[in-house]
């Protein structure tokens, strides 16, 4: 018995937490049930174990609810179930593990494995979330510019296809707390890379519907977006399609969001009170960043012309502090038609700290460069802005093929392994059409989650440079993400920018610290050769202050 319930201690100290409990009751269950076999065939004893110790077998799980942005967990008396590495469909548990009799016909939980099994390969609870999934099809997605530099490249529109959905042939592959734990939760969206037609047919068959194909080139390869039926989580039509196609690679159409924004005191970030129109100059209590970072006017000449990449939120492109030279400033789109209301704060500042006027009460630091502005947020069915990873695909494709030198990235989301490969590739310097070519440099905000949370992609890819932010007084902003993946700190609290309708105020956040960064870096970018224009050259050429205790801090 102490061995049975030792060995479960181990197996579910590695398993996901709530299950612990449950895991190790069952255990016991099962020691104590061995136990009482065992003493049945001694002669009588003093103590007896009471009935009630004995598990019944009773099947367990945890089926996650998304709460404002992060998740938690409850009990529900269905199983869920983990995908194996490759992605193989498993196949559907022909009976649950119940309580069987041994051969002196004692009541018998079932074993460990055969728990673990069920765990796995159980069928998953019809939840009215599932239910009420809306059955939409997915918006058509469109590229516009406001100049002829920003327009993107030709597209191939996929073809719509109705099928009728027969979910009960499809095998069984639930695993929802799984899919909250990788940032899959809610995911009606599947892509293929290069899929053929005859797998398409079979996509079809199943229920899914086709809504697009697109040529990513920066990938070299087409990449096509499957919407999955009602009755299908993200994982059971991967395992389904997969089991149909073991051939084709599949992902999750993964889900971005812009950093929550919030003042010192965890309030919302909302327009200062002291918000106004701009009346030219900037004085250093608001200014206080450029002086922070030792910044310099003349340096903004080795900026010039300099391509620098924008994937952010829309922008209030008719500021003064951006109407002064529209020439400088390409703006597409990228997305549904369906966008957000006002869904330019966040872009607007970010892109006022780089390309402000100088003349203006928010000046930027590199104005004289040629920005590059991806708007890939639409209105989710909250209203909240939100992104996915296709998207994603299609800003860095069109920045790969404009030759962006460096982009600055203010969202966040799951490790995703499209975007992941797509970041590595535009980092590597290589050759094209003959002449060789530096790879592009990635300055991403690290997060707002706290010190508690995980890491935020993609500033955590390792071609990234990922910002934190510090204050006026140069401590750590208290609500940016920590660990090992944070490479540089810049002033992120309460930095003066430009908002919507021609305003002025206060924002924090790392995703106001990174413009910075990024402009430190396009200051040095023409001083280095093109074979060494990488984020560890760049890195080790930036003056830096050591702030804290000695050495790198998390």
Known sequence: AICWVVAGIFIASSLPDLRHVSILSQVWGIAAAYAKKERSKEPKNNWEIPKS???????????????????RTQSTPEADQKPNEENEPSKPSAKSSKAGTDPDGQAIPP????????????????????AARSSRSAPRDDLTARSQAAKGGPRV????????????????????????????????????????????????????????????????????????PQ??????????????????????????RLHPQSNDDGASARPSPEAAKPTGGCSPEHCYGATAIGWQDHLRICARDLKIGIIDTGIDGSHPALSHDPERINYGTIGPE??????????????ALLAGDPRSSTPGLIPRAKFYVADIFFADENGQPVSTTLH????????????????????????????????????????EDGEARSGTIFVSAAGNGGPGAPPSYPAAYAEVVAVTAVGRNLNGYRRANQGD????????????????????????????ATPYVTAVVASLYRTLPIGVRTKGDILQRIPVRDLGAPGPDR
């Not at 053929?196 to 080139?217: C, F, N, Q």
């Not at 704060?345 to 970010?350: E, K, Q």
């Not at 920018?497 to 206060?506: D, E, I, S, V």
């Open 338 to 351: 369906k966008r957000v209301a006002g869904n330019d704060l966040h872009g607007t500042g970010v892109l």
């Open 392 to 431: 994603l695909l299609e800003a860095l494709d069109w920045m790969n093929r404009l030759q962006v030198e460096i982009i600055n990235l203010s969202l966040s989301g799951p490790k995703d392994d499209l975007v992941q490969m797509a970041i590595a590739k535009m980092s590597r310097t290589r050759t």
């Open 231 to 256: 009755s299908m989580n993200i994982f059971q039509a991967m395992a389904a399609l997969q089991q149909a196609a073991p051939d084709t690679a599949l992902y999750a159409n993964q889900q971005y």
């Open 485 to 512: 993946y944070i490479d540089i700190a810049a002033p992120g609290v309460d930095i003066w920018t430009a908002l919507p309708q021609g305003r002025q105020g206060f924002q924090t956040g790392t995703s106001f």
């Open 157 to 228: 529109e996929g073809t719509k296809v109705d099928a009728p959905v027969n979910a009960k042939a499809l095998a069984r592959r639930p695993a929802a707390d799984l899919a909250l734990r990788l940032g899959w939760s809610g995911h009606t969206q599947i892509l293929a890379r290069n899929i053929p037609a005859a797998t398409l047919e079979k996509a079809t068959a199943l229920g899914m519907k086709v809504d697009s194909s697109r040529d990513i080139g920066v990938l070299g390869y087409s990449v096509t977006r499957l919407s999955i």
């Open 111 to 130: 074993t460990l494995h055969g728990l673990l099994k069920q765990w796995f390969t159980s069928p998953p609870p019809e939840t009215s979330s599932t």
């Open 53 to 71: 110790e004995v598990s019944s077998g009773t099947e367990f799980s945890a089926k996650g609810e998304q709460s404002s942005g992060s998740y």
